[in-house]
């Protein structure tokens, strides 16, 4: 899942969020696709201070599919269809009688580049993705019913690569800034920007049991660090996800695999009117991953069954996933 695609997948603070009132005078939150934008690869993805860098690149990443497996990540495309239905208070529990509907659709078109150069034996990389979005809600606040749908481009990424690959293991670091381009306005709102920069570390490693790597079990890191938001004047708080993944080749260009992932609010937003709940979300899934080297193509689709969750949507998600090396 992406954060923020997640993708990828895949998202409390982080850019897969937007957020509304509920009439319980609490916070929530819904979770918009953070699309897996990787392709079969050993997980990498996305660190920056909370001053805007230096002009410079889905989710992840995003980034890449946990239970897929891969030197080198090539460019993907992942589209991720989300729905939810449901709006849970802190403690889980379903709020009634606010007729919550929320459905996106994304393209993250996903550019990645893997170099020759090495330090310290792991190979330097660079990749980027812009969402593009649909987004459509209906949920009833305390100020009235909002009813609203939104097409348009969000909060491109960018990030740098640090990469090793053994026999039995691929690990990977990633350092990486969420650029608040997209359009943006106080919620409640459909608009695809979040209107704050983003930091997001990650750190993810795969293990492959046997010599022929027929089964792989991925554990994929991500701690994002979000800046003030230009709308309201608050700073959404901090947010930690771990995606997991384990696949079995059961055919030579096919495997297939079991995903989840769990995100948490790991602090709460600070500022006049900010919200301190810590919000937490856990989902599960399948994954089929299709190869076909000689074409350079790959294919994944994954779905992901949020089957928990506190103060916020709970939902499930389509990640389709094409990827062409170059």
Known sequence: MTSRHSPVKISPTHRSNKR??????KEFSW????AHAGPPSSPSSPTSSCSPPPPPSPSPPP???????ASKAPPSRPQASTFANRLNDSEGHKIPNIDFNAFVYAQVPRLVYISDLQLLGGYLGVDGLV???????????PGGP???????????????????????FDFSLGAGEWIPAGASEAPPSTKPGLG???????????????DAKTW????????????????????????????WGASKTVLPILDLGLVGYYQQKVTPDAGTGSNHTLDKVAAI????ILALPAQKVFISLRYDYEFWSEARAQGNTVTLTLTYRF
């Open 285 to 288: 899934g399948p994954e089929v």
């Open 20 to 25: 509304i009132q509920s009439p319980t005078t």
């Open 31 to 34: 979770q918009f696709p953070r």
């Open 63 to 69: 980034t890449t599919s946990p239970a897929s497996k």
């Open 146 to 168: 909002f009813d609203s749908a939104t097409f348009g481009v969000g909060d491109p990424f960018v990030e740098a690569t640090w990469s090793w690959h053994t026999k039995p």
């Open 216 to 243: 792989a079990l991925s554990l994929l890191n991500r701690y994002e660090i979000n800046c003030e938001s230009r709308d309201t004047h608050i700073t959404p708080g901090n947010a930690y996800t771990l995606e």
């Open 196 to 210: 704050y920069w983003g930091t997001m570390l990650t750190a993810g490693a795969t293990w492959y049991p046997d």
């Open 131 to 141: 969402p593009i979005q649909q987004t459509d809600t209906k949920v009833n606040t």
